[in-house]
């Protein structure tokens, strides 16, 4: 099916603190750079789309302040459709994040406007939903808009991909329009904190709708679970500089190569690929993939697509 993207999600503006280790409780320590970038994680996978080729349109929203005009533009010139992106009084979201040297980071968010991404929003949209071929969300905005775009998306015919983060109890009915839940591990564990392991997560999810969870395992690689079983894919070795945008370069690669043709075990590597070029840069946006640099990764590690 040809048609756009839709993607239901924040945007932010991430203001990024390196240290060289996670400060303790009530220590002051000293940090060795500071940065910002455009963020928020529907901004960051709709660039990623935007990056590999997709047609994407983009339900969210910014304030009215400088911040609000800079992430707006730096939007547009991404390529991403903004017409859907709604104005407020409040100010735009931030993302406070806290980078150590081994990669690794810690995040705070003031949602701001992005709680102004309501369901009314998503449903004056509906004629982007008639004529998409699949929707991306996260729930950096209210759940019930979350809830309301799955839902609109599955009765369109949509592919529905939910990335759980920042993870949050969610409503049981909500995994019947879920055709991808891309969850890590901590998330999947939230989830479902009261299941064994996740072999008994992945049949419970599965048992109420979802089509296929996708767990994401950092240097592990990634998972599938359908009605067809389980399968590995080992991640791609590189150099971590910072895993904050890792994830939506994931999420955006799978929903664009399953969008164009390619079946789910080479989205998946194709997928990985994208998440290992992300974590060897730093920033959000500012590291997702182009489909060049996918590749390059792929042709580098000498990994034949189609071969797990």
């Not at 990335?163 to 995994?175: F, G, H, N, Q, R």
Request: aromatic share 6%; charged share 25%; with cysteine.
């Amino acid at each position: 099916m040809v048609g756009p993207i839709v993607v239901v999600g924040s945007i932010n503006m991430d203001l990024v603190f390196r240290v060289p280790r996670f400060p303790r409780a009530g220590e002051t320590l000293p940090g060795t750079d500071f940065r910002r970038f455009p963020g928020g994680k529907g901004a960051n996978q709709a660039v990623g789309l935007a990056r590999l080729g997709g047609d994407v349109r983009l339900i969210g929203a910014l304030g009215r302040d400088p911040y609000g005009k800079e992430l707006k533009a730096s939007l547009q010139e991404e390529g991403v459709d903004v017409s859907r992106i709604i104005e407020t009084g409040e100010t735009t979201g931030l993302a406070a994040i806290t980078l150590s040297e081994d990669g690794e980071n810690s995040i705070i968010t003031i949602a701001g406007a992005n709680h102004q991404v309501t369901p009314e929003a998503v449903l004056e949209a509906r004629e982007l939903f008639r004529e998409a071929w699949g929707v991306l969300l996260q729930l950096e905005i209210p759940l019930k808009t979350v809830q309301t775009a799955a839902r609109l998306g599955k009765e369109n015919g949509c592919k529905v991909f939910l990335d759980p983060a920042p993870v949050t109890e969610l409503p049981d009915s909500i995994y019947k329009n879920i055709d991808y839940l891309l969850p890590n591990s901590g998330e999947l564990e939230a989830l479902l904190p009261a299941e064994k392991d996740n072999k008994a997560r992945a049949e419970k999810l599965l048992g109420w709708g979802v089509k296929n969870l996708i767990l994401k395992k950092g240097e592990e690689g990634s998972s599938i679970f359908s009605s067809e079983g389980r399968v590995d894919y080992p991640a791609f070795a590189v150099k971590v500089v910072d895993t904050t945008a890792a994830g939506d370069a994931f999420a955006a690669a799978l929903c664009y190569s399953l969008q164009t043709g390619y079946p789910i075990e080479k989205a998946i590597v194709f997928a990985n690929a994208a998440g290992g070029v992300a974590a060897t840069r730093l920033g959000a946006r500012s590291s997702l993939p182009f489909r060049e640099d996918i590749l390059k990764l792929q042709k580098e590690a000498k990994v034949d697509e189609v071969d797990y």
